[in-house]
Structures are given as C-alpha cells and as structure tokens.
C-alpha cells in the first residue's frame, strides 16, 4: 500500500518554511525521500531509518517517527531552487532483498521569489 | 560523480510494437529496477533485478514485460506488443547493494519517455 502525502500542494515565498508528511499504514523499516524537477529524475535527497534518527542536508531535514509510522521534511528558509515535486517512497521489509520503493503521489511545492 | 544512463531518451512507437529501453546503471552497483511513471502521476515500481534474476516484480509487470541483463553493463526493459496505456516515463534505477533495501540508495536514472501511439 502506498504512503500518503500531505499537503498535495504548497506555494511558498522565497525564506518561507514548509513541512512535508509522509505517513504510511504499514510499520516503516525506512523513508526515502526524492525530488522531482519537471521533466527529470527524482534526485535522492535522504534516507531516515527506523530508529526515529533525524537527519538533514543543507537547509533540508526530516525526521521519522517509528510509532506513528510517519515521516516528515522540514524545509527551511526556502530557495527558489526547491520548487518541484517531493516523493516519500517507503521500505516496509528490513531484509536484504531487492525490495522497491513504494512512493506516495508527491507534494508538488511552489517557491515564488 | 557516476551515474545511471538511460537510452533513448524518448521513444514513438505503434500500438502492439515491441520496444526495448535500455539502462546502463552504475558500474559497481548490484540491485537493479525499472520503474515507470504516468504523465502528471507518481513512480510505480515494476521490477528488481540481482544477480541475474528478478527478484521482486509488481502486478504492473505482467507477460509484455521482460528484463535482461545482456552483458556486464546494460540492464534492459522490454515492453513485447505496446498498449495505448504504457506511455510512460520509464526509470531505471540501481543501488550497491552492500547495505539492505532499506538502508542503500537508490539513483534514479533520467528516463526514457515512451509514446504509444
């Protein structure tokens, strides 16, 4: 089952912050997250593991909460260059298997200068 | 900074054609997949690929479907007779594999835009 997104869409000017949730139905073993340009790949943005670890890159973290099997990407102090589309994709088997993301339908997010 | 590369980058073809995309995913990586995603829509796994066999594949692939890893570098995805409802974007993506699934990263490749016509 996949996760569910919210919001489904953000519009933000330049410096604002923005939250993006992922939450899933099924325990989490971990959360990838990917953003998605028009017309381009998802780029790998991090990973969070079970375990509740926060993590971040650049102006960009997130944190994972294991119980409620959600995950969140905290966007601060937004550049116009973070406009695009945001995906959670979810691991919901630990083993080492060759397991595909199941991702959610995507935040789009809007940065107006 | 090593990367996925995917070929071609879009593809015209008739209905009931057969196409095969093709992917050369990183040179050290281990685990390979397609995934595919519909204009305006999110990405959808289709298929995981180690050790010369698939290992996991979604209710999307079906009998059109087929992967092959022909040589040491090319991974590809073969769609055998094309339906209208496979346009697509197509995604091929690996990882190393010294970490599990859920730990190791995926790179996405740029796609390959399919048009059935």
């Known amino acids: 089952q996949q996760p569910v997104q919210s919001p489904q869409a953000v519009i933000l000017r330049e410096g604002e912050d923005a939250v993006i949730n992922c939450s899933s139905s099924?325990?989490?073993?971990?959360v990838h997250w990917y953003r998605q340009k028009h017309g381009e790949a998802p780029v790998f943005l991090m990973i969070?593991?079970?375990?509740?670890e926060q993590k971040g890159h650049e102006k960009i973290s997130a944190s994972f909460n294991e119980k409620k099997q959600q995950s969140s990407l905290y966007l601060t102090a937004s550049q116009l260059s973070y406009s695009g589309t945001y995906f959670c994709?979810?691991?919901?088997?630990?083993?080492?298997?060759?397991?595909?993301?199941?991702f959610g339908k995507g935040t789009h997010l809007i940065i107006q200068p | 900074e090593p990367e996925v590369t995917q070929t071609p980058s879009h593809q015209v073809t008739q209905m009931g054609q057969e196409v095969i995309l093709r992917c050369v995913p990183i040179?050290?990586?281990?685990?390979f997949y397609w995934y595919r995603q519909i204009l305006g829509q999110k990405v959808e796994f289709l298929v995981s690929?180690?050790?010369?066999?698939?290992?996991?594949k979604s209710e999307i692939f079906d009998d059109q479907f087929s992967v092959e890893r022909p040589d040491g570098s090319n991974f590809t995805l073969k769609i055998r007779s094309t339906k209208l409802e496979d346009s697509a974007m197509y995604f091929c993506?690996?990882?190393?594999?010294?970490?599990?699934?859920?730990?190791?990263?995926?790179?996405f490749g740029p796609g390959t835009r399919l048009t059935v016509l």
């Open positions: 993506a690996s990882r190393g594999g010294l970490a599990g699934a859920s730990t190791d990263t995926q790179y």
């Open positions: 099924k325990a989490l073993y971990s």
């Open positions: 969070l593991l079970k375990g509740g």
């Open positions: 994709g979810t691991v919901t088997y630990s083993g080492g298997g060759a397991d595909g993301l199941t």
């Open positions: 040179s050290n990586h281990l685990y």
């Open positions: 690929f180690y050790n010369n066999e698939i290992s996991e």
